[in-house]
């Protein structure tokens, strides 16, 4: 697959290509499908389940897998961890990227998408929590597009600007931080005004916390994860210093997300203590929590910790994976699988093929843009203009 | 449910039950009492043992509400075979509850139950829904955007969505026959029901009105006014010969208005708009100190490294100096000597 950036004359019929071809013409086609028939005609939605994976993996899980981008630069820019200033931009382009994506997927999912600005701007309805991820959501697109130009206006070679934007870098960074507080944690708590249809392992007073604390390894495993793809296909765009740190990052957010982790781990516990679930977990409901808990979360958190130990990149990769798909598995779990648990069977909620196929569509997007931009802007490199400039 | 004494609930912030119009809000904000309702506010009284399933309900609201006519008329009663719950198409629904030792068969009408401080409107991020001071809930469909979040929000399944509509779905849901209401007419239902079991009136007089029906038959009534407490308080309240968990109706819900669940999230908004600036500047500064002492301490280092070099250079050279004057004058000495001694010898020869 990275040949044929290699050598650009080449057919474009390269595999990469052609799936992604196919991908993105039956996403059009049911694009078109949802804005001249309704969400009815793709969807599996109804009135007792409203809320599907257009929500539960775009959004939720899109928003959490985006957060390397405040991670990474708060690392990298307020602690001083200047040995990862080359995974700053990777992580803000696809943060970047996610969260436009997931603004997208938004447009498919809710009634009248042009009126998305009518909560900021006509009638903010700010008892919701609803309002305050709207609204956070909406302003950190706004800095993250703004700390990821630096890398197009080097490419388009707009130098004053670019330095200009660069110096605000400190106080983006910590704007971003606060914004992706307040919505990560409100993401967990728009599940809060429905005790009755959560199901109580998941249900907690805690889940701000819970989804605010996983969100920081959702995303140092998302940029280790991403890094491992990059190197695979992207290799010959990465310059001596990217390479180079490029190992060091891989383990220092190992180290970073399996002590995240366990502090997740052990909210967790205090969340269970303080409601007395330890009873639930012997319900099958219980196995479905442990296995999250412990196979997804558990796991890889000691994993990660081997792979440090053992400066094992391979064990860093696979836990990283894991706890991808752990939090992938969480999100879904607290808006659709435990969401409704009470109802029966033949009322619960299963995606049609077309909402998942809206979904790898909207994913596959999101891969074409960051491999066009990354074989083009300076992400994995220096600008020769700019080097050690920042 | 035991009805206990009304909790304390101290109201945080959020001003809740999500309306502008309201003439209370500030006065509620600042209290520490929970929200009973706009005084004078109307409701309604479903009293299920009077109800006897005729569905003439369903068809009053289908036609003050312009409703698509159903599939099947509504004297068809065997549509009541099934359990259902409101849709876009019908606000309300009556269901058929079956008992196993002879008791009689219960019918239960079923539609937005005009929370005192609605899950829907506290949950809507535009305001489209809130709590109108007749006592109904009502909807604004040129606000919506559609997200669906109300009905998530809903603990009674409720409202419901018109999801083949591809560019202007609104959410439908009973909003009490408002406008009828304000032009002094009664609600649909209200108005066609032949057996009395829907009373329209002031919520606390309909209260009382249960509590005396309650007192005067005790074996015909379970003792509770369902939606007298039940998250907050609703508008709607019903009286049952069974245990309500049984005619559908959620004895989990507690007593709590659905904004307390979400009020500690939106308090903990100021915290963290307030301190992460102040804390993550001081982090910034800490670890640009570490960075600078670092460095100083890297040129110290230098330096020091540099002037032990010199010192030693300089009593090398002192020693070689020395030792070079020394030598040299050994070797002066060592001339003299020869000379003299060349002197000597001359003198002798
Ligand atoms: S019953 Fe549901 S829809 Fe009706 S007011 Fe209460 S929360 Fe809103
Ligand atoms: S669907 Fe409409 S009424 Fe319901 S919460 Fe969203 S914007 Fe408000
Ligand atoms: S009209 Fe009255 S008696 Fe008939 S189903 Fe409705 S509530 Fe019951």
Redesign the interface.
């Known amino acids: 697959m990275p040949q044929e950036t290699n050598i650009p004359n080449k057919s474009i019929l390269t595999p990469f290509n052609v799936v992604a071809g196919i991908i993105i013409l039956a996403g059009l086609v049911i694009t078109v499908l949802r804005f001249t028939k309704g969400l009815g005609a793709v969807t599996n939605l109804d009135d007792n389940n409203p809320w599907g994976i257009w929500i539960g993996f775009d959004l939720l899980c899109g928003v959490a897998l985006a957060a390397g981008g405040y991670v990474t630069s708060a690392a990298c820019y307020i602690f001083g961890l200047k040995r990862y200033h080359s995974a700053v931009r990777p992580a803000i382009l696809t943060a970047f990227l996610g969260y436009a994506l997931v603004v997208l997927a938004l447009h498919y999912d809710v009634g009248r998408p042009w009126r998305l600005p009518y909560p900021i701007f006509l009638s903010p309805g700010t008892t919701s929590l609803l309002y305050e991820v709207g609204l956070c959501v909406f302003l950190y697109l706004a800095v993250l597009f703004i700390e990821y130009s630096p890398a197009a206006l080097e490419w388009l070679g707009l130098k004053k600007v670019r330095n200009l934007i660069v110096r605000m870098t400190l106080v983006l960074t910590i704007f971003g931080v606060v914004l992706s507080t307040l919505h990560q944690s409100s993401l967990g708590a728009l599940f809060m005004i429905a005790p009755s249809k959560l199901h109580p392992l998941w249900y907690s007073n805690y889940l701000p916390v819970y989804f605010f604390i996983s969100s920081i390894f959702a995303g140092l495993s998302m940029v280790i994860f991403e890094g491992t793809l990059a190197h695979r296909f992207l290799h010959h765009k990465m310059d001596a210093t990217h390479l180079r740190e490029s190992e060091g990052v891989a383990l220092g957010f190992s180290k970073a997300a399996s002590f995240v982790m366990m502090g997740y781990l052990s909210v967790k516990l205090i969340g269970i203590s303080v409601d007395n679930n330890w009873h639930l977990l012997f319900t099958g409901w219980g196995l479905w929590f442990l296995l999250e808990l412990i196979g997804f979360v558990a796991l890889p958190a000691f994993l990660y910790s081997l792979a440090v130990r053992e400066r094992n990149l391979r064990w860093a990769r696979w836990a990283a994976a894991l706890s991808v798909l752990g939090v992938v598995l969480n999100r879904l779990n607290i808006s659709v699988v435990a969401f409704n648990w009470y109802l029966p069977s033949a009322q619960r909620y299963v995606p049609s093929w077309m909402e998942i196929g809206t979904s790898i569509f909207i994913v596959t997007l999101g891969v074409v843009i960051y491999r066009f931009i990354t074989t083009r802007m300076p992400i994995f490199y220096e600008h020769p203009d700019f080097r050690h400039d920042i | 449910m035991g009805v206990t004494r009304r909790k304390f609930l101290g109201w945080v912030g ?5 309306t502008t119009s309201m003439m209370v809000p500030k006065a509620r904000a600042a209290s520490n009492k929970h929200f009973e309702g706009y005084p004078g506010s109307f409701g309604v009284l479903h009293d299920t043992t009077r109800c006897i399933g005729c569905r003439k309900c369903e068809e009053a609201c289908n036609r003050v509400n312009d409703l698509p006519s159903p599939a099947r008329p509504f004297d068809d009663l065997t549509v009541l075979e099934n359990p259902r ?4 198409a019908a606000f309300t629904v009556v269901n058929r509850f079956e008992s196993d030792a002879g008791e009689p068969v219960v019918f239960a009408k079923n539609q937005c139950n005009h929370c005192l401080e609605p ?1 829907c ?8 829904l809130r709590k109108d001071k007749t006592g109904a809930v009502v909807y604004d469909a040129s ?7 109300c ?3 809903c ?1 009674f ?1 409720i ?12 959410i439908r849901k009973c909003h009490l026959c408002q406008f009828r209401i304000e032009k002094g007419l009664l609600p649909g239902c209200v108005e066609t029901c032949p057996t009395e079991a829907l009373a329209f009136g002031e919520r606390d007089r309909l209260l009382k009105i249960a509590r005396q029906r309650i007192d005067k038959f005790p074996g015909r009534y379970v003792d509770h006014v369902y939606g007298e407490r039940e998250m907050g308080g609703t508008s709607w309240l019903y009286l049952s010969p069974r245990p309500f968990n049984q005619i559908a109706m ?1 004895e ?3 007593v709590q208005p ?2 307390r ?2 009020s ?3 308090s ?2 100021p915290i ?2 307030g301190l ?2 102040v804390l ?2 001081g ?2 500064a800490i ?2 100190r ?2 600078k002492i670092a460095q100083q301490e890297r040129i110290e280092a230098v330096a020091t490294t540099v002037a032990d070099a010199n010192d030693e250079m300089k009593t090398k050279m002192a020693e070689l100096k020395d030792k070079m004057t020394r030598e040299r004058e050994a070797m002066i000495n060592l001339e003299i000597k020869k000379a003299l001694k060349e002197a000597a010898e001359k003198e002798d020869a």
């Open positions: 959020a001003a809740a039950v999500g719950r409101t849709s876009a899950a409107a506290s949950a809507c991020f535009v305001r489209a606000l919506c955007v559609g997200c669906r979040y009905m998530v929000a603990p399944n409202p419901a969505y018109e999801y083949d509509e591809p560019l202007t779905p609104r959620r989990d819900l507690g659905a904004s669940f979400t500690g999230p939106l903990a908004v963290v708009v992460w600036p993550l500047t982090i910034y670890s640009k570490k960075d």
